[in-house]
Structure formats: C-alpha cells, structure tokens
C-alpha cells in the first residue's frame, strides 16, 4: 500500500509507531542465535534458556512472542521454526539474512537520536557498545547475503553482451563481478576497493571457483586514479555514502577509464525527481544522514546530470527493480 494512498487513522497510526517493538523482538531473536538453536528441532523454553543463559520465564514469554509474530510454531512438545524462519534465519540456510538484521539493529541506537541528526545536520557519533568487527561483519556479510540474492535477477537485466572487461568499483568481495562472468563467458573482471576487504574478496572469489577471471586490486577510488581501461563500469551502492561533489568525482573516473562505446552502470535507491518517494529510498537517504558525513539518496535528475557532466551519453533508466526499490542507470562512453 503506496504511503500517499495510506488512510491514516489514531489506530494506523499507533501501529506504526509501535513497530519497532516487533522489530525489537525480531533483532533479539537472531543476535540471541534462536532460530539456529532450534534449527530443525523442536525444543521447550526451558532447553533453549539453558542453551542461551537466560531466564526461563522471560525466555518462554519471548518465544510466544515469535509464535505470536508467526516466526515460530508451538505444542505440547515445545517450539519450532516456520518454514520462512527455517529459510531465512538459522545461520546455516543458503539464503540466510541474518547478517543484515544485525546490520539494522546496530543502526537503531542512531535512529532513535534522528531529530538531534536533523536539528544539527550531521551524522550520530557510532556508540562505541557494539565492537567495530561485529559492526563490519555484520554490515559486509549482510550486504555479500543481499548481494548474492538479487544478482541472479539484476545480471540478467543489464546487457554487456560484447564487453570483454568489467571494472567493479567498490565491489566488496566481488559478488555481482562473479554473478556478470557467470552469466557472460567471453567477461572478466577487476574488482577495487579497500585493501582490508581483500580477505573476504579473495575467499569469495576462490570458493566460487572465479580467480582466472575476476581479480582483487586494492584501491581508494575516492582518492587514487583506476589504472587500466575497461568495457563497462559497474558502480553498485558507492555514491549513497558520498557528497554529491565526491559522486562526481567517482563518475569522472570511471567514464576516464572506459573504452570508446563503454558502458557505465550505476545501481543505486534512486529517488523520484520530485525526491518524496519510493519510500525505501527516502527513508534510506534519512539513515545516510545518520550514519555518514555526507552521504545521501540521490534522484534519478541528480545522477542522469552527474554522468552527464562526465561526458557520457545515451543515459537510459533500465527495466529492473529491486526488493527495496534498487534502480539501474546506464549510460555510454561516445566514440
């Protein structure tokens, strides 16, 4: 139900303002490791409390909660997982999404101070009560788990048929690099990004068995020129964190190292000219606000004019939208 159609009553909106109680259940949950403890199971409240440390009447009071939910199933016997939670939540589910759930409940503590972020303009200093491992763990598994989701989807709407090099910016371990040499055989890719991502990178690249043809190099491409020439530029979810000015500066370097008939592609929560909608994209530019120091949702004007002034033409929005109103701009190199 589209926001702008949304009839609001005192009900609606007291429901949405007590959202974050069923949120707040749901982070616990995994952070408490539950529905891996369960797994294929069924177990009473006392067993579970005793595996996690906990009290067994609040244990018991939390568990009905998830039934409540319909994130578990209850009898005589004990609890069980549903097969959604069996899916997406025990650690060891392919498409387990975990990871991210951690990812957002780190980030609650900053959105609960989101009118000082507004008042002042500028991001909420990280609480320093979750370790920065735990955080980066969380946020880079989180994005790799979406990532290896959504590739099979995206690919196969973006054509880089007759390109025979990719350049992955900011790519993290690789994932959608993998995912367009998988789906093009002719394709090899480089992918950059921070030197401390290059373990993960590596590891990812081996296990799914893609080191003749995707390469990690280390590189800050906000600061450092990308040497080498290259077919297409694929730029996912890197100018969300940036200035607009530093946007501009990403897009220049990768138009620079585009072959003539190039293609750049950016994947990014692009915002209506209009900037009040999707929602995810509008509410996801308030959480950059939170989280960064200039970082932002940008519009679908905002970055077609970004690649323009890079000199790049032909700028066409593609035919694909992700579960969380993701988008695909293309543009190309003349010549």
């Known amino acids: 139900e589209a926001m702008e159609e949304r009839h609001w009553t005192p009900e609606r909106l007291l429901k949405l303002s007590g959202g974050y109680w069923e949120a707040c259940v749901l982070h616990s949950a995994v952070a408490l490791d539950l529905f891996t403890r369960i797994g294929d199971q069924r177990i009473g409240a006392w067993g579970l409390a005793r595996q996690a440390n906990a009290s067994e009447d609040a244990m018991a009071r939390f568990l009905d909660a998830l039934v409540a939910m319909g994130l578990l199933v209850k009898d005589a016997r004990g609890y069980a997982n549903t097969p959604a939670s069996r899916e997406y939540l025990c650690a060891d589910a392919k498409e387990n999404i975990g990871f991210i759930i951690r990812h957002h409940h780190h980030l609650m503590e900053s959105w609960s101070r989101l009118p000082e972020a507004v008042a002042t303009g500028k991001p909420i200093d990280h609480p320093a009560r979750t370790s920065e491992y735990k955080r980066r763990e969380a946020f880079l598994m989180g994005m790799f788990n979406l990532a290896m989701q959504l590739a099979p989807r995206l690919v196969p709407a973006v054509d880089l048929r007759g390109c025979r090099t990719l350049l992955d910016l900011g790519g993290g371990p690789g994932t959608y690099a993998i995912h367009f040499c998988r789906h093009y055989p002719e394709l090899t890719a480089t992918v950059v990004d921070l030197d401390s991502t290059r373990p993960f990178a590596e590891e990812t690249i081996r296990r799914m068995g893609m080191q003749q043809r995707v390469t990690f190099k280390p590189g800050n491409y906000i600061e450092e ?98 579960p969380t109103d993701s988008g695909l701009l293309r543009a190309v190199k003349p010549g």
């Not at 897009?251 to 915002?271: K, R, Y």
């Not at 004007?301 to 890079?310: F, G, N, P, R, Y």
Request: hydrophobic share 45%.
């Open 225 to 322: 020129r990308i040497s080498g020439q290259f077919d297409a530029v694929w730029m996912s979810h890197i100018l969300h964190g940036e200035s607009a000015a530093d946007c501009q500066r990403i897009i220049q370097m990768a138009a620079d190292c585009l072959n003539p008939g190039g293609l750049a592609i950016i994947h990014e929560f692009i915002l209506a000219d209009s900037m009040d909608r999707p929602l995810f994209p509008a509410l996801f530019s308030l959480n950059m606000l939170l989280v960064t120091e200039y970082g932002r949702a940008y519009s679908q004007a905002q970055l077609t004019d970004m690649v323009k002034q890079a000199g790049l033409t032909d700028v066409a929005r593609l035919d694909f939208s992700g």
